[in-house]
Each structure stands twice: as C-alpha cells, then as structure tokens.
C-alpha cells in the first residue's frame, strides 16, 4: 500500500485542521492505520490509531480529547481531525499502515509527511 498525506499547514493556536491520508490500492481496509508525528529535534512519536473497521481507536495522552482519527475505507483514506491546536503540535505529520500492527508500533509502510505548524 502506498500512503500520501496531505492537510497540513500553518495556523494559530486553537484553530482546527484535518489531514487526509489517501491510499493506492484496494486492499486499505485490511490494515491498521496509524498517524504519527516529528517536532523538530525530537524523535517521532505516535499520534493515534484506527482498526480496520474504525471501530476501535487509541491516542497519545497529549492529543486526547482533541485530535480524532477516522478512516473512510470506501475512499481508501485516513483523516485526523486536530482543534484546539497548540503550538507544541508542530511537527510533520506521518500516516502509516500495518496489517498487525495497531497503536503505537513498527508500521510497514509510511506516506511522506505534511508539515503542521501552529504559531502562539
């Protein structure tokens, strides 16, 4: 599968943006998917995670309450709806996907990542 975010860009704190992760393939709902980020200097760390069906999610204690991720597997692509923005979530945003892999973990296959910044 391959993975291509998209979204992201420069806001103020509190504002809202939604990332997209389109898919290749017929086969997305099959994987797990999963959204992680980088900051500058710091190591990746994950965001959130979806089952298959979306029916299950897990989040980083830091986006709780105000990130949530969502998949559409009709259209092949992962969301993750971001409010209340602050400026410690910017960082380059990543989607990834695993066929066993669920929550924080080594996905197999990762997009390229879209930039987020949040200005204070």
């Known amino acids: 599968v391959q993975l291509q975010a998209s979204g992201g860009g420069l806001v103020q704190a509190g504002d809202s943006l939604r990332l997209s992760c389109a898919a290749s393939?017929?086969?997305?709902?099959?994987?797990?998917m999963g959204w992680f980020r980088r900051a500058p200097g710091k190591e990746r760390e994950f965001v959130a995670g979806i089952s298959q069906r979306g029916d299950t999610t897990i989040y980083a204690d830091s986006v709780k309450g105000r990130f949530t991720i969502s998949r559409d597997n009709a259209k092949s692509t992962l969301y993750l709806q971001m409010n209340s923005l602050k400026p410690a979530d910017t960082a380059v945003y990543y989607c990834a996907a695993d066929l066993m892999v669920y929550g924080p973990g080594n996905y197999a296959h990762w997009g390229r990542g879209t930039q987020v910044t949040v200005s204070s």
């Open positions: 393939g017929r086969t997305f709902s099959r994987y797990f």
